[in-house]
């Protein structure tokens, strides 16, 4: 099944939105993180667009208007990505909402279906590998 993801601003700005495919109906937050996270870096390590625009700053990219410019363009590494959107979600770096409900804890699971809408406000910038 597919739920939308989207990037918010605390005043409710959405800044970026897609779907992410979910194999289980059953998901804890952790997995939501990795599967996102995995999910917008493999698309931009087969394509190269000229902007990254996901949930962790790759670390050498600059913040534009657009997103995150990578010079030279590079493939940017899932695990170090993880692990800082991971760590950024239990430093309180930016929370979830599952259709409108706020998620705490990474070992939290939560039950999504066909019109789940996912929402990651981010509170500070979170910087990566």
Not at 85 to 107: M, P, T
Request: aromatic share 8%.
């Amino acid at each position: 099944m597919n739920v939308l993801i989207k990037d918010e601003q605390l005043n409710g700005t959405v800044t970026n939105q897609f779907e992410i495919e979910i194999e289980r109906l059953s998901i804890t937050i952790q997995e939501l993180i990795e599967k996102r996270v995995t999910h917008e870096i493999e698309i931009y390590n087969k394509k190269f667009p000229d902007y990254f625009n996901g949930l962790v700053k790759p670390s050498d990219a600059e913040r534009t208007l657009n997103g995150f410019k990578l010079k030279p363009k590079q493939i940017i590494d899932v695990e170090k990505q993880i692990y800082v959107a991971l760590d950024a979600f239990q430093k309180n770096g930016f929370f979830i909402l599952v259709d409108n409900q706020q998620l705490e804890e990474l070992s939290q699971i939560v039950n999504l279906n066909n019109q789940s809408i996912i929402s990651f406000v981010k509170l500070t910038p979170l910087v990566g590998g």
